[in-house]
Nanobody, 119 residues
Framework: QLQLVESGGGLVQPGGSLRLSCAASGFTMENYALAWFRQDPGKAREGISCIRSNGEIKYADSVKGRFTISRDNANKRVYLQMNSLKLEDTGVYYC?????????????WGRGTQVTVSS
C-alpha cells in the first residue's frame, strides 16, 4: 500500500527556515514524480514544487529562490527546504506522488504537516 508521511512542520518566525520531510513507502519511488502542495483554510490548494524522477524541477513563482525540493530515492524521502519564510507561507503542506509526471491532480497524498509563520 502506497503511503506518504510528512514531518518537519512547526511554528517559525518570518525570515526563518524549516525543512519538511516526506517518507514514502509501498511503491517504487524512482518511477514517480513527487510534489509539495500547500493549503490554507478557505483557500484553494496550491502547488509549491514538484520533482520528477529525471531530475526536472518546478516551483511556484511565490517560492522561487526561497524553497528547494530534493529527493533521496535510496531512502525513499522527498524534502522541502524552506528559507526566508513569509507570513503567507503559512498552511498545511502535503506531500504527493504521481507516476512519472507532475500534475495538479496527483494520485497519492499524505495527511499533511502544519507550517505556521508568525511573529
Amino acid at each position: 500500500q502506497l503511503q506518504l508521511v510528512e514531518s518537519g512542520g512547526g511554528l517559525v518566525q518570518p525570515g526563518g527556515s524549516l525543512r519538511l520531510s516526506c517518507a514514502a513507502s509501498g511503491f517504487t519511488m524512482e518511477n514517480y514524480a513527487l510534489a509539495w502542495f500547500r493549503q490554507d483554510p478557505g483557500k484553494a490548494r496550491e502547488g509549491i514544487s514538484c520533482i520528477r524522477s529525471n531530475g526536472e524541477i518546478k516551483y511556484a513563482d511565490s517560492v522561487k529562490g526561497r524553497f528547494t525540493i530534493s529527493r533521496d530515492n535510496a531512502n525513499k524521502r522527498v524534502y522541502l527546504q524552506m528559507n526566508s519564510l513569509k507570513l503567507e507561507d503559512t498552511g498545511v503542506y502535503y506531500c504527493a506522488a504521481n507516476i512519472y509526471y507532475c500534475s495538479s491532480h496527483m494520485d497519492y497524498w499524505g495527511r499533511g504537516t502544519q507550517v505556521t509563520v508568525s511573529s
